[in-house]
C-alpha cells in the first residue's frame, strides 16, 4: 500500500479526520472528474448530421421485428439510462438474461455488456438489434427496414457523404455510437470535487469517501466511471446467494472460455448508482444499502456496519450528475410499401 494511504488510514483508525487536502489529493490520484464534451469515438468522427442520425435510430422502434421496441426501450433517456426492471422486456415479452446496464457514461467504460462481449459502443449497438431475446431483427432486415421508409435516405446521406449506398448495418451502428456517446453526466458533486471544490462534499459524503477507498472499494471502482474498467470475478471471497449470483450465469467464461473466468464480469461503473436500480447482473438487490453490503462481504470480506453503509451509500449519491436533456427526434414517417410489424 502506498505511504500516503497508510498515513490515511493511520489517522482513520486512530478515530481522527482525515487532512481534507490529503483526502482530496487522494481521490484525485484514483479517480477522474468526467469531461465537459463526449470524447471522439476512434474511426467514427462525429457530425451534426451523423448525430441526428444517431439520435432517430435510438428512438426508432422500427428497427426491431415488432416496431414495438426501440434502444431507448431498455436505456431510457431521463431515466439514468436503465429501465428500472430486474431483466428487460424483448420481443413477444421475453424476458433478457441480465439486467441492462446504463447507457450514461458508456463511452468511458473498457467494453460494453457485463461479459465485455463488445469492445465498444458501435459494437454493442449492433447487438440488442439481431438478438432474438430482444429487438429480433436480422442485419439484412435492418437495412431493408430503413431503405423502405424514404426520409432515412437524407438522413444517411448526409451523415456519410461519401458514400454511395450509406444504408448499411455498420453504419447503423456507427451513428447510434456517436449518439449514445454524447449521453453523458458531467457536473456531480464528486466532480467538482476532483476539480478542487472543498464544499462540493459534505462531511458526512466525505466520511462515505474515506471509506470507500480504505476499505478497498476503490481497487476496482476507480476511474472515470468509478468502475467500468476492469473485469473482476462476483465472489471474491464469498460468492452470493444463488438469488443474487444465479449458478448458470457464468459471466465472462462464455465469451472466453477460459475456466478462470467464470464468474467472472465487468466492474459495472457507480456513476450515477442511486438512479440505476435494482442491481448486479442479475438485478435481484433493489436497495442500494443492501447491494453495499453484499459487496463487502462477497468482494472484501468485510462486514460493515450500518453506519459505515450509510456514509458509503451518501457518498455514492455525489456520484449523480445532471441527466442529459434530449428532446425526442422526428422520426421520418411510414409510407405503404415500408415494411410491416411481425408480432
Known sequence: MPTTSLVLLGLLLAGEAWPQTALMKQAQGLFKPI????????GNPSSPARLALGKALYFDPRLSESHAISCNSCHMVGMGGVDLQETSLGHRWQ???????????????????????????????????????????TEAHVVEQLKGIPGYGALFSRAFPAQQDP??????RK???????TLITPGAP???YLQGDEKA????????????????????????????????????????????????????????????DEYVFRVPPLRNIALTAPYFHSGKVWD??????????????ATLSDDEVGKIEAFLNVLTGPQPVVTLPTLP??????????P
Open 201 to 260: 462534499l459534505a462531511p458526512l459524503q466525505k466520511e462515505g469517501l474515506s471509506l470507500f477507498i480504505t476499505k478497498g472499494c476503490a481497487g476496482c471502482h476507480n476511474g472515470i466511471n468509478v468502475g467500468g474498467n476492469k473485469y473482476a470475478p462476483f465472489g471474491v471471497v464469498e460468492r452470493p446467494g444463488s438469488d443474487i449470483l444465479p449458478p448458470g450465469d457464468k459471466g465472462r467464461f462464455a465469451v472466453t472460455k477460459t475456466a478462470s
Open 167 to 172: 444504408i448499411t448495418f455498420d453504419n447503423v
Open 190 to 192: 464528486f466532480d467538482r
Open 35 to 42: 469531461p465537459a464534451t463526449p470524447p471522439t469515438l476512434p
Open 175 to 181: 451513428a447510434i455510437a456517436v449518439f449514445e456517446a
Open 95 to 137: 424476458r433478457g438474461g441480465r439486467n441492462a446496464p446504463t447507457v450514461y457514461n458508456a463511452v468511458f467504460d473498457t467494453a460494453q455488456f457485463w461479459d465485455g462481449r463488445a469492445k465498444d459502443l458501435e459494437q454493442q449497438a449492433g447487438g440488442p438489434l439481431v438478438n432474438p431475446l430482444e429487438m429480433d431483427a
Open 288 to 301: 442500494l444499502r443492501q447491494a453495499i453490503a453484499v459487496m463487502g462481504s462477497s468482494q472484501l470480506g
Open 333 to 342: 414517417p411510414s409510407v405503404a410499401t415500408t415494411p410491416q410489424p411481425k
